[in-house]
């Protein structure tokens, strides 16, 4: 059963508008979560991590997280796209918080972000 | 450091042949994974390692192998390829406490025909 959930797997705006990618998890104990960036052709690269500190997470490239155990989501967010920001983009959890064995994430399927002129 | 390093970054094979895949980590760490990424189905984790001479399967371990002699080595075999294995393969790595962050190689693009 898939542990993470990406909603939308394309997500376009323009130039300059908000981002918002949504990532909803199940998990019976405080998670850790992770948002990673894959350029293409290319593999994937750490955007931000959380591991129980502060709620509110600042990443790379400006763009930042926020846990929210109530609604069970970690969704990213940037408040002005640029072009460079078109990615596909994987929200995963720690393995750990579903029993297994640590260091394996569960990753969404991606959401792919287009960025127009 | 060079991080996670993946060899080759392309191959192309018939049905039924065999290929190594090699990953190499510099960072020391006692974790290992290959996954495969298919358009649509995100990362599915193949095999792992927690440490030099241990792996363990994944979720889609099927028509694979992987040995894990040294600890900055990671090898994943095909023993007689599929086209169901065409896909792009990752190799990752991380520490053995902490969060669970990976570091991803660069990937190997692999064709069966």
């Known amino acids: 059963a898939q542990s993470v959930t990406q909603l939308g797997s394309h997500v376009s705006v323009s130039e300059g508008a908000l981002v918002l990618l949504r990532c909803n998890y199940s998990s019976s104990v405080p998670p850790y979560l992770f948002w990673y960036v894959q350029y293409p052709n290319q593999g994937l690269q750490l955007l931000l991590k959380?591991?129980?500190?502060?709620?509110l997470v600042k990443g790379i490239n400006g763009f930042e997280a926020e846990f929210k155990k109530s609604e069970t989501s970690f969704h990213l967010t940037k408040p002005s796209a640029h072009m460079s920001d078109a990615a596909e983009y994987f929200c995963a959890v720690n393995r750990r918080a579903y029993g297994g064995s640590q260091g394996n994430l569960i990753f969404g399927k991606g959401t792919k972000l287009s960025v127009k002129p | 450091n060079a991080g996670v390093t993946q060899t080759p970054k392309f191959r192309v094979l018939k049905t039924g042949q065999s290929m190594t895949l090699l990953c190499a980590q510099d960072?020391?760490?006692?974790?290992m994974y290959w996954y495969r990424q298919d358009p649509g189905m995100g990362l599915r984790l193949i095999h792992y390692?927690?440490?030099?001479?241990?792996?363990a399967k994944g979720e889609v371990p099927d028509g694979y192998n992987v040995s894990r002699l040294k600890k900055q080595n990671f090898l994943l075999g095909l023993e007689s390829a599929a086209p169901s294995q065409t896909s792009v393969y990752f190799c990752a790595s991380s520490y053995s406490g902490g969060s669970g962050e990976q570091f991803f190689g660069p990937g190997t693009r692999l064709t069966v025909l």
């Open positions: 959380y591991t129980s500190a502060a709620t």
């Open positions: 390692s927690v440490g030099e001479g241990t792996t």
């Open positions: 960072m020391n760490h006692e974790y």
